[in-house]
Nanobody
């Protein structure tokens, strides 16, 4: 089992920044690829970013160039730095973990084994 706890959400004005953190416990964190997903009201959960065990990263087109995913294996944590936030970024953000996998698996929520409880991000216009 892997337990995930997100933090760092909040209310920010458009153009501002937030940094989300996800702390993992349980099994060896460095063996897991990590992803960030988000779900806005009335919408399906969608892929935001992922990072492989080796550090390679992937982003949704809507956040590329604004968001940065990173991991610190010594701290069992993954981060999502969000810059130039837009009102359409408003959502509950979830981190997720899965064993190493293909690109298709990393960008698809149904291929993740473990999920956090989510943290709310609200961007005001």
């Amino acid at each position: 089992q892997v337990q995930l706890v997100e933090s760092g959400g909040g209310l920010v004005q458009a153009g501002g920044s937030l940094r989300l953190s996800c702390a993992a416990s349980g099994r060896t964190f460095s063996n897991y690829a990590m992803g960030w997903f988000r779900q806005a009201p009335g919408k399906e959960r969608e892929f935001v970013a992922a990072i492989r065990t080796g550090g390679s990263t992937f982003y949704a087109g809507s956040v590329k160039g604004r968001f940065t995913i990173s991991r610190d294996n010594a701290k069992n944590s993954v981060f999502l730095q969000m810059n130039i936030l837009k009102p359409e970024d408003t959502a509950v953000y979830y981190c997720a973990a899965r064993p190493a996998g293909s690109y298709y698996q990393l960008v698809s929520e149904r291929h993740y084994n473990y999920w956090g409880q989510g943290t709310q991000v609200t961007v005001s216009s």
